[in-house]
T-cell receptor, first 113, second 112 residues
């Protein structure tokens, strides 16, 4: 299984809602990543987890809260988002200690009203 | 983090080789060059990576100059399905995880 799955595919939420994005992989990867991609722009790294611990936070606002409950699962909790947070949210995973590629999921397209 | 510079767009006829250049003049000695592509609205797809030697796999070849300041991705026989945005990335390894900083990419259009 070389797949990263993300749910939901699409999400529409209001600025006062709380929602979560989910990412799952069963490749035994111990590093997992969240990226944000605005329309016609390249993906931007948000968070990196390594061995279920937060390794990198690229100065992301606290309204985005990541969680890695186990080695296969990565969540992104969303609260009090702004319309400018509308984007494609991509999850990826990789081997933590080796020079291997990141495998990306298909993304969740988020719209904040 | 080392930055990359790529042409904004390129065209290639189907069946011909597509040569996509990338400049990474500030790359450090232990930083790898990675190439990914992204077909419209899908997640990025890994293509190939290298440190200083030329690399080839079933998808593409990667040619890195001797001074490592630039590289070229070669798709030997481009097809319509190769139409995508191609990203050249210098990967930073933190010791426990990789950090990919995507540049603006090259939009490759393969035509009949």
């Amino acid at each position: 299984d070389t797949e990263v799955t993300q749910t939901p595919k699409h999400l529409v939420m209001g600025m006062t809602n709380k929602k979560s994005l989910k990412c799952e992989q069963h490749m035994g990867h111990r590093a997992m990543y969240w990226y944000k991609q605005k329309a016609k722009k390249p993906p931007e790294l948000m968070f990196v987890y390594s061995y279920e611990k937060l390794s990198i936070n690229e100065s992301v606002p606290s309204r985005f809260s990541p969680e890695c409950p186990n080695s296969s699962l990565l969540n992104l909790h969303l609260h009090a988002l702004q319309p400018e947070d509308s984007a494609l949210y991509l999850c990826a995973s990789s081997q933590a200690h080796f020079n291997n590629e990141q495998f990306f999921g298909p993304g969740t397209r988020l719209t904040v009203l | 983090d080392a930055k990359t510079t790529q042409p904004t767009s390129m065209d290639c006829a189907e069946g011909r080789a597509a040569n996509l250049p990338c400049n990474h003049s500030t790359i450090s000695g232990n930083e790898y060059v990675y190439w990914y592509r992204q077909i419209h609205s899908q997640g990025p797809q890994y293509i190939i990576h290298g440190l200083k030697n030329n690399e080839t796999n079933e998808m593409a070849s990667l040619i890195i100059t001797e001074d490592r300041k630039s590289s070229t991705l070669i798709l030997p026989h481009a097809t319509l399905r190769d139409t995508a945005v191609y990203y050249c990335i210098v990967r930073v390894y933190t010791g426990t995880a990789s950090k990919l900083t995507f540049g603006t990419g090259t939009r490759l259009q393969v035509t009949l």
